[in-house]
C-alpha cells in the first residue's frame, strides 16, 4: 500500500480480554517495527522484525504480548489478558533496507482497557 | 543499549523566532532520523541523516557523528511547528531507539 496501514485505529476492551493489533507495512519494507506510547511519553521499542524473524524480542514488556509476522508483510501484535497499564497508542513503523533506512509510522491503534 | 538524551525537554517560542534542538546518542550509529509528531499524534519523517547537513525549507539538520550529536534547526517557527520533535538512532541491528523528544509550543 501507499503507507502504513494499522487497524484497529481505536479499541476499547475489558481488563483480562485478549487484543489483536495489526499493521500492513509498505509494500516491499523488509523491516517492520512495533512501539508503543502511553499519553505524553516517548515511543518504547517492543519488537522488530527483519523478513519474518524477530531477532530481539527483549522489548516486550511481560509474556502476554506477543507478535509475529507472516509472508513477510502483516505483522499482528497481540496481548494477552490485557490490564489497565496496557492501554497506549501502539505504533507500527517498516522500512525498505535491512542496514539503514527511513522508517515510517502509521496511525497507531489506541487502545484502552477498562 | 544506546542512550538518547534530546535537549531542551520543553521549548516555547514566539512565531517567528528560530529554535535548535539537540539530540545526544552514547554510541556510534548507522542511522539517525528525526521524526516530527502533531498534535493528532501522526509521527512524520523530517530528516534521514546519518551524518553531514540537509535542509528542507525552513528546517535543516546536522548530524556530526564522530562527537556523537545531531541538531535540528527551525527558523522563522509557526504555529503548526507545533508538536514533539523525536531523534531516533539506529546501530545496525535494525534497533531503532528514540529519545524522549523535545516539545515545542509556538505562540502565535
Known amino acids: 500500500g501507499a503507507g502504513v496501514s494499522q487497524s484497529p485505529s481505536n479499541k476499547v476492551t475489558e481488563k483480562g480480554k485478549d487484543v489483536e493489533l495489526r499493521c500492513d507495512p509498505i509494500?516491499?519494507?523488509?523491516?517492520l517495527y512495533w512501539y508503543r506510547q502511553s499519553l505524553g511519553q516517548g515511543l518504547e521499542f517492543l519488537i522488530y522484525?527483519?523478513?519474518?524473524?524477530?531477532?530481539?524480542k527483549s522489548g516486550l514488556p511481560s509474556d502476554r504480548f506477543s507478535a509475529e509476522r507472516t509472508g513477510g508483510s502483516v505483522s499482528t501484535l497481540t496481548i494477552q489478558r490485557t490490564q489497565q497499564e496496557d492501554s497506549a497508542v501502539y505504533l507500527c513503523?517498516?522500512?525498505?533496507?535491512?542496514?539503514?533506512?527511513?522508517?515510517?509510522f502509521g496511525e497507531g491503534s489506541r487502545l484502552t482497557v477498562l | 543499549g544506546i542512550q538518547v538524551e534530546q535537549s531542551p525537554p520543553d521549548l516555547i517560542l514566539q512565531e517567528g523566532a528560530n529554535s535548535t534542538l539537540r539530540c545526544n546518542f552514547s554510541?556510534?550509529?548507522?542511522?539517525l532520523q528525526w521524526f516530527h509528531q502533531n498534535p493528532w499524534g501522526q509521527l512524520i519523517n523530517l530528516f534521514y541523516?546519518?551524518?553531514g547537513t540537509k535542509q528542507n525549507g525552513r528546517l535543516s539538520a546536522t548530524t556530526v557523528a564522530t562527537e556523537r550529536y545531531s541538531l535540528l534547526y527551525i527558523s522563522s517557527s509557526q504555529t503548526t511547528d507545533s508538536g514533539v520533535y523525536f531523534c531516533?538512532?539506529?546501530?545496525?541491528?535494525?534497533?531503532?531507539?528514540f529519545g524522549a523528544g523535545t516539545r515545542l509550543t509556538v505562540k502565535p
Open positions: 513503523a517498516s522500512s525498505l533496507a535491512q542496514w539503514t533506512g527511513e522508517l515510517f
Open positions: 554510541d556510534s550509529v548507522n542511522n
Open positions: 531516533a538512532v539506529e546501530r545496525g541491528n535494525n534497533d531503532m531507539r
Open positions: 509494500s516491499g519494507h523488509t523491516a
Open positions: 541523516i546519518p551524518s
Open positions: 522484525f527483519q523478513g519474518n524473524s524477530a531477532p530481539d
